[in-house]
């Protein structure tokens, strides 16, 4: 006899779940009826959930968030936490059926509901639905993980070690799905399955626990090749028909022969038998082609509703970007208004544009407008230290220009001397370079050169005498 076993399966819900809650409950969020197509419509009134709901829950949805804000949790739930654990509960078909045939699920569910309770916690099954109208009965389990046991904390060589406080409930799926504990509620499940006919199943066998997409796939997969089959097998039928067909014509004289031996009344046989054959296999190709069509239209609807959520999750994708794009331009503004000498030349001048052209042997083009004029310069000593502190953002490119061009770089000759009248008041100005006679000493107005130095003193008022 083939060995039967144990099956359960936990899964995280995304969410508040809602999308599931319209599989296990068979209707939708506003009570419309919802049927799959792997179920069978008259059994789905024998349907059971196996959990009284709290006053004022209508459904499973609800019972979620009813257990999430009663539980006492100190911090807010996160959009990305896992709100819920689904928890699926079977056997093989052949022994669930004979359970079901012998009036012992009952029993069985008592069992799996004690389990869960013990397992999880009473108050964490917020609800568990029977399935009937499915090929295995079944059970749908709903887990919401809240904890209390303290935080798993790495050890550290010299922690300084302290009282640790009362632990408050929290909400935390991964105290529940790690690897230890996962095997751990296989023992415990087959345990109190064992009476039931059920055993654990083969440790690290491999095996794969299949979504329900993934197995309506195989299923028309496998349909498509039955039928592939039987098209040819029906094709063989046909040709030797044939061949029949066209034996039993041959000549007139070969027809009195077979009347005179009995052979034509068991060609005549022969071919019914393959009509007959044909029929039965047509009907079966029919039959597994409806089938097929079924698994490919509900692939279909499922595509169409993987689709849609796609299309939201863009949608909300764009828009959280254009938050980002919009809150991350407000940042560099205050920044500037809060670091206005980071973001501005030393010459005063406006920077269009600054590049790098080549990383390995970097250099510094940039592009400046002052007074209505633009200027392009290139700096080729540009130290790796810069250019490192640059990269990592550590200093704005306004700063790295600073740092490799000095005021009067930022500019052309023409809007140097406009440059020039705003730094002599700060530094004492900047002399004019132009070709001489022959001196070759500086004509600048300036105090530096000392032949001119009282040029500039202020003459000393005059006393009366």
């Known amino acids: 006899m083939t060995t039967q076993y144990a099956v359960c399966h936990l899964e995280r819900g995304a969410g508040n779940d809602s999308r599931m809650s319209c599989h296990i409950e068979r209707k939708t969020a506003d009570g419309k009826p919802h049927i799959p197509n792997n179920a069978d419509e008259s059994r789905t009134h024998l349907n059971r959930e196996l959990i009284t709901f709290p006053g004022g829950v209508q459904n499973r949805t609800q019972a979620i968030q009813r257990r999430i804000e009663t539980a006492g949790l100190k911090r807010k739930v996160g959009k990305n936490q896992t709100r819920a654990v689904r928890v699926l509960l079977t056997g093989t078909y ?78 935390c ?93 068991k060609l005549e046989k022969e071919v019914a038998d393959k009509d007959r054959q044909i029929d039965g296999l047509q009907k079966q190709l029919a039959d597994m082609q409806k089938r097929y069509d079924s698994l490919k239209a509900n692939s279909l609807r499922e595509h169409n509703s993987y689709q849609k959520e796609i299309e939201a999750a863009t949608k909300r994708a764009v828009e959280w970007e254009a938050h980002y794009n919009a809150e991350h331009n407000r940042a560099k503004g205050l920044h500037r208004l809060a670091y ?15 590049w790098i052209p080549n990383h390995m042997y970097p250099s510094l083009s940039i592009t400046t407008l002052f007074h209505g004029n633009e200027f392009k310069n290139t700096s080729y000593n540009l130290p790796q230290n810069l250019l490192d502190r640059y990269d990592s953002g550590a200093i704005t490119l306004h700063e790295l220009v600073n740092e490799l061009f000095e005021p009067w770089e930022q500019v052309d000759e023409s809007q140097h001397s406009l440059l020039a009248v705003a730094l002599q008041t700060a530094a004492g100005g900047i002399s004019t370079q132009h070709i001489g006679t022959g001196s070759g000493s500086s004509s600048s107005d300036l105090p530096w050169n000392d032949k001119d130095k009282n040029k500039y003193q202020r003459p000393k008022p005059k006393g009366k005498r």
């Not at 009965?137 to 904890?147: D, R, S």
């Not at 980071?342 to 544009?353: H, Q």
């Open 94 to 171: 052949e022994q669930m059926i004979a359970l079901a045939n012998a009036g012992h699920l009952d029993d069985w569910c008592r069992a799996n509901i004690k389990w869960l309770h013990d397992t999880f916690g009473k108050d964490n099954i917020v609800s568990c639905v029977l399935h009937i109208d499915e090929k295995t009965p079944h059970l749908h389990a709903t887990v919401v993980p809240i904890v209390t046991a303290p935080r798993t904390r790495r050890k550290r060589e010299g922690e300084q070690k302290y009282k640790e406080k009362t632990p408050s409930p929290r909400l």
């Open 173 to 265: 799926a991964n105290e529940l799905m790690t690897r230890g504990k996962l095997r751990q509620y296989q023992d415990t499940y087959a345990k109190e399955m064992a009476g039931f006919g059920l055993k654990r199943g083969v440790v690290a066998s491999g095996v794969r626990h299949q979504s329900q997409q993934q197995y309506n796939r195989q299923q028309a997969l496998e349909l498509q090749s039955d039928i592939e089959r039987l098209n040819s097998e029906i094709e063989k039928l046909a040709a030797e028909k044939e061949k029949v067909k066209k034996e039993a014509k041959d000549g007139k004289n070969r027809i009195l022969s077979w009347l005179g031996t009995g052979e034509l009344p």
């Open 340 to 354: 206005p000498e980071r973001n501005r030349l030393s010459s005063g001048a406006e920077l269009v544009s600054g």
